[in-house]
């Protein structure tokens, strides 16, 4: 009777240490396949992070340049030349029909890109400062309807600052459009409008 008891006192031992050791490789089984799921799962966020990055090509893509005509130049850098720096950097110079904001200064001064022959020209686009400095060499039989359009530009601005801004009406009110011996118009509508234009009419001998 005690030797049955023994035997059986031993198998159990024996079948408890078996369960145990196969609960212990089913754990580790799983730790395995736990670790090799969470690594497999990271590494497509990984690549998706990277190809989400823009290129170094595509983030250093630049608007293509506004291509100048040579003659345009010319009449910009006398612009240029008859005014200080302040005045430079506050008012850019339309030199080229295809620079985005040339259409709605041309539509501004009433004037075609079509009847110029070479032009540069230097608006304010915001109705609060009188200003505006133009350089046309009209097509030939274009010179008296450019003219007509700018001086139709200036009455406007005068009317329009006459209630609203009085400094800004004096310099409308001073501004002059005037047609050289060449056929070359100038508008001028700026402080200080006098020597200006006569900056720009001695840079257009040189």
Do not use: H
Not at 13 to 23: C, G, N, S, Y
Not at 137 to 163: C, H, R, Y
Request: some cysteine; aromatic content about 4%; hydrophobic content about 40%.
């Amino acid at each position: 009777m005690n030797l049955i008891l023994k035997e059986s006192f031993s198998m159990k031992k024996i079948m408890t240490f078996l369960i145990a050791a196969a609960l212990a490789a089913t754990m580790v089984a799983c730790t395995a396949n736990n670790q090799s799921s969470s690594s497999s799962s990271s590494e497509p966020s990984s690549s998706i992070s990277e190809s989400s990055e823009p290129s170094e090509d595509e983030s250093s893509e630049s608007e293509p340049e506004v291509e100048v005509p040579e003659a345009n130049k010319a009449l910009g850098d006398v612009i240029t030349a008859a005014r200080d720096q302040e005045i430079n950097d506050a008012f850019g110079i339309i030199m080229s029909k295809d620079d985005p904001q040339a259409q709605m200064i041309g539509e501004m001064l009433g004037v075609s890109y079509d009847d110029m022959e070479a032009f540069a020209l230097s608006v304010s686009p915001m109705n609060v400062k009188a200003y505006g400095v133009a350089i046309i060499k009209p097509v030939e039989g274009k010179g008296e309807a450019i003219a007509t359009a700018l001086k139709t530009w200036v009455e406007n601005q005068q009317k329009s600052f006459e209630n609203y801004l009085q400094d800004q009406y004096e310099i409308a009110k001073a501004a002059t459009v005037e047609t050289l011996d060449d056929g070359t118009i100038v508008l001028v509508m700026s402080e200080n409008g006098a020597d200006v234009q006569s900056a720009i009419v001695e840079g257009l001998k040189k």
